[in-house]
């Protein structure tokens, strides 16, 4: 099979910075090639048109046509162009985008589509209960509705999703994957580590953190917080950074205990997960975390929020702890424990990964992900 990925963002050196959709992506477009299916990457938002061939993929990056006022359409026109194109000429069967501001929106393709819910504009504000803008959800409606299929990460996102649009679509749960044996592990060196990973913003729970960990700090001293990951404005407070807003939250003596990096490289990211003891995530808006995945199959133990899409990866007590972001004393109480329990951190660990191989793995969901796709291709 011939699958093709439109996308804003993929991580790699010649298309700029990614985030989760593009990590989630790379991750299914190891899986497919190395079940024998030729994979197409189209980037568009890139600085200039290219095509390049790397790891069996082919990948194209689409410059945005930029004219005041139609610069949506035109690129749209471009892109709907490109996709033809390459189905034409039998080098794709069938094209997959994410729901992210609907930018298929108004592109016809003459090939199969498929939207991946990763979470759009919409389905965050209405989690975090502000208001989204009209042309968001009008064209992330507009693209779901007319989309040939859809696959959602979580059940949870699935479900919200219709609710958020009004609409009763049928949907495949398929969730994010990650490369097992790329995430190996390694037994830290200091076994007071608590690391935290992604965008420093208010909906990941970043303001509630603070206050966690001066619980943490009250019952253990020697604790130390990490933070990686990119600084973000607050459109709560008007604030240009989050980091600013957290750092006045902290204790006095926590504050020492805490280090933030700012954004790394992705390919650093794993040396980090290695020397923490525990990876905590109070998030309050995801959709199937990648980063929570990448954690477990390194084995570490997560305290994770229990909102929505959690119980669909972490089984409370079992190969992960959850509790409510805002719950703080209970929510560090955990954290304690697991730093003061070896036991309970090989434990935790080890289910984790285990699940992770079961269910997260990259060959398991590109196999799910190319059965769906067949049933498009079958009644074509």
Same mark, same amino acid.
């Given at each position: 099979?011939?699958?093709?990925?439109?996308?804003?963002?993929?991580?790699?050196?010649?298309?700029?910075?990614?985030?989760? /959709?593009?990590?989630?992506?790379?991750?299914?477009?190891?899986?497919?090639?190395?079940?024998?299916?030729?994979?197409?990457?189209?980037?568009?938002?890139?600085?200039?048109?290219?095509?390049?061939?790397?790891?069996?993929?082919?990948?194209?990056?689409?410059?945005?046509?930029?004219?005041?006022? /139609?610069?949506?359409?035109?690129?749209?026109?471009?892109?709907?162009?490109?996709?033809?194109?390459? &189905?034409?000429?039998?080098?794709?069967?069938?094209?997959?985008?994410?729901?992210?501001?609907?930018?298929?929106?108004?592109?016809?393709?003459?090939?199969?589509?498929?939207?991946?819910?990763?979470?759009?504009?919409?389905?965050?504000?209405?989690?975090?209960?502000?208001?989204?803008?009209?042309?968001?959800?009008?064209?992330?409606?507009?693209?779901?509705?007319?989309?040939?299929?859809?696959?959602?990460?979580?059940? &949870?996102?699935?479900?919200?999703?219709?609710?958020?649009?009004?609409?009763?679509?049928?949907?495949?749960?398929?969730?994010?994957?990650?490369?097992? *044996?790329?995430?190996?592990?390694?037994?830290?060196?200091?076994?007071?580590?608590?690391?935290?990973?992604?965008?420093?913003?208010?909906?990941?729970?970043?303001?509630?953190?603070?206050?966690?960990?001066?619980?943490?700090?009250?019952?253990?001293?020697?604790?130390?917080?990490?933070?990686?990951?990119?600084? =973000?404005?607050?459109?709560?407070?008007? =604030?240009?950074?989050?980091?600013?807003?957290?750092?006045?939250?902290?204790?006095?003596?926590?504050?020492?205990?805490?280090?933030?990096?700012?954004?790394?490289?992705?390919?650093?990211?794993? *040396?980090?997960?290695?020397?923490?003891?525990?990876?905590?995530?109070?998030? &309050?808006?995801?959709?199937?975390?990648?980063?929570?995945?990448?954690?477990?199959?390194?084995?570490?133990?997560?305290?994770?929020?229990?909102?929505?899409?959690?119980?669909?990866?972490?089984?409370?007590?079992?190969?992960?702890?959850?509790?409510?972001?805002?719950?703080?004393?209970?929510?560090?109480?955990? /954290?304690?424990?697991?730093?003061?329990?070896?036991?309970?951190?090989?434990?935790?660990?080890?289910?984790?990964?285990?699940?992770?191989?079961?269910?997260? =793995?990259?060959?398991?969901?590109?196999?799910? =992900?190319?059965?769906?796709?067949?049933?498009?291709?079958?009644?074509?």
């Amino acid at each position: 099979m011939k699958i093709g990925f439109l996308t804003p963002e993929f991580p790699h050196p010649k298309t700029g910075n990614s985030g989760g /959709i593009g990590t989630s992506i790379l991750n299914l477009s190891k899986g497919l090639t190395q079940l024998g299916h030729d994979v197409s990457i189209l980037i568009y938002g890139q600085k200039e048109d290219e095509v390049f061939i790397e790891n069996n993929i082919t990948f194209y990056r689409i410059k945005n046509v930029k004219v005041k006022g /139609i610069s949506l359409f035109l690129t749209q026109s471009k892109v709907q162009k490109q996709i033809n194109s390459l &189905f034409a000429n039998n080098q794709i069967d069938i094209i997959e985008a994410p729901d992210w501001t609907g930018f298929t929106s108004f592109i016809q393709p003459k090939c199969p589509l498929v939207i991946r819910l990763n979470g759009s504009d919409t389905y965050f504000c209405h989690l975090e209960n502000r208001p989204v803008k009209w042309r968001n959800k009008f064209l992330e409606k507009r693209a779901f509705k007319k989309a040939n299929g859809i696959i959602s990460v979580s059940q &949870f996102t699935g479900d919200e999703t219709n609710k958020v649009f009004q609409t009763k679509r049928p949907f495949q749960v398929i969730p994010n994957a990650i490369d097992v *044996q790329n995430f190996q592990t390694v037994t830290p060196t200091n076994h007071q580590k608590i690391l935290y990973f992604g965008t420093l913003i208010r909906k990941k729970g970043l303001l509630e953190l603070p206050l966690i960990f001066n619980e943490v700090h009250k019952k253990n001293p020697k604790a130390e917080l990490l933070l990686v990951g990119k600084d =973000s404005k607050d459109i709560t407070s008007g =604030s240009d950074s989050t980091w600013k807003l957290m750092q006045p939250l902290f204790n006095a003596t926590a504050l020492q205990k805490v280090r933030y990096l700012g954004s790394v490289p992705y390919s650093e990211i794993k *040396q980090h997960i290695e020397q923490a003891t525990v990876c905590v995530f109070p998030t &309050f808006a995801e959709a199937l975390p990648v980063s929570w995945l990448e954690s477990m199959a390194m084995q570490k133990p997560i305290v994770a929020s229990n909102v929505g899409w959690a119980p669909e990866i972490i089984d409370d007590g079992k190969d992960g702890f959850l509790e409510h972001p805002k719950n703080h004393l209970a929510y560090a109480s955990k /954290i304690v424990r697991i730093l003061a329990d070896d036991e309970l951190q090989t434990q935790l660990g080890n289910a984790a990964r285990e699940k992770i191989i079961e269910k997260f =793995s990259i060959a398991t969901v590109a196999a799910q =992900s190319v059965a769906y796709y067949q049933t498009f291709l079958n009644t074509k």
